[in-house]
Nanobody, 127 residues
């Protein structure tokens, strides 16, 4: 599986960015794609995830109401629309994927539950 991220960069506080993650090489039909972020000196944090088959989603408390995850199944691509960005959102953002059938029936919220990762996208929000 290959995950290719795009859309990161520098934005002022209050601005928006949209991250994309294009996946290829899946050998399974139902997967979950998630976004994580890691700020300098901090642990990797789950941001959001979405399941391919039914579109079910999860959001971390720190991004609820500001970020929106969506998918385009025909393109095997997941998007993360980030609005009302704050300096605390500054981090490297990673896309990740896992076969949902290998899980216990719930959306995976821990990095250790994901099998495949993108290269990471720096996002910097200036004040």
């Amino acid at each position: 599986v290959q995950l290719v991220e795009s859309g990161g960069g520098l934005v002022q506080a209050g601005g928006s960015l949209r991250l994309s993650c294009a996946a290829s090489g899946f050998t399974f039909d139902d997967y979950v794609m998630g976004w994580f972020r890691q700020a300098p000196g901090k642990e990797r944090e789950a941001v959001s995830c979405i399941r391919r088959s039914d579109g079910s989603t999860w959001y971390g408390d720190s991004v609820k109401g500001r970020f929106a995850i969506s998918r385009d199944n025909a393109k095997n691509t997941v998007y993360l629309q980030m609005n009302h960005l704050e300096p605390v959102d500054t981090a490297v953002y990673y896309c990740a994927a896992v076969d949902f059938t290998t899980l216990a029936g719930t959306l995976p919220l821990r990095a250790s539950e994901y099998d495949d990762w993108g290269q990471g996208l720096p996002v910097t929000v200036s004040s």
